[in-house]
Nanobody, 126 residues
Framework: QVQLVESGGGLVQAGGSLRLSCAAS????????MGWFRQAPGKERDFIAT????????YYADSVKGRFTISRDNAKNTVYLQMNSLKPEDTAVYFC???????????????????WGKGTLVTVSS
């Protein structure tokens, strides 16, 4: 079992930056593929980014590529999402998730993830 707790959400103006953190408890954090997803009001939960266990491989949705960066610190059992050049359309609840899947992680769906945090709200004003 892995428990995940997100933090760092808030209100920011368009063009600004935020860094989300996801603290994990439980064993073998480095064995999990970690991902970030987001869900805007009335929409499905969408894939944003994934990172493999040692942090050497990262993947992004086209909508955030070049603006968002996923990283992890296995010594701290934490995964991060640095978000720059934020746009109003980035407004959503952001979820951290963990998966036991270690291959084919370039794009992952919600069904591929085994554990979820409760989410943190990011609001980008225009």
């Amino acid at each position: 079992q892995v428990q995940l707790v997100e933090s760092g959400g808030g209100l920011v103006q368009a063009g600004g930056s935020l860094r989300l953190s996801c603290a994990a408890s439980g064993r073998a954090f480095s064995s999990y593929t970690m991902g970030w997803f987001r869900q805007a009001p009335g929409k499905e939960r969408d894939f944003i980014a994934t990172i493999n266990g040692n942090g050497g491989s990262t993947y992004y949705a086209d909508s955030v590529k070049g603006r968002f960066t996923i990283s992890r610190d296995n010594a701290k059992n934490t995964v991060y999402l640095q978000m720059n050049s934020l746009k109003p359309e980035d407004t959503a609840v952001y979820f951290c998730a963990a998966s036991v899947r270690i291959f084919g992680i370039a794009t992952m769906s919600t069904r591929d993830m085994n554990f979820w945090g409760k989410g943190t709200l990011v609001t980008v004003s225009s």
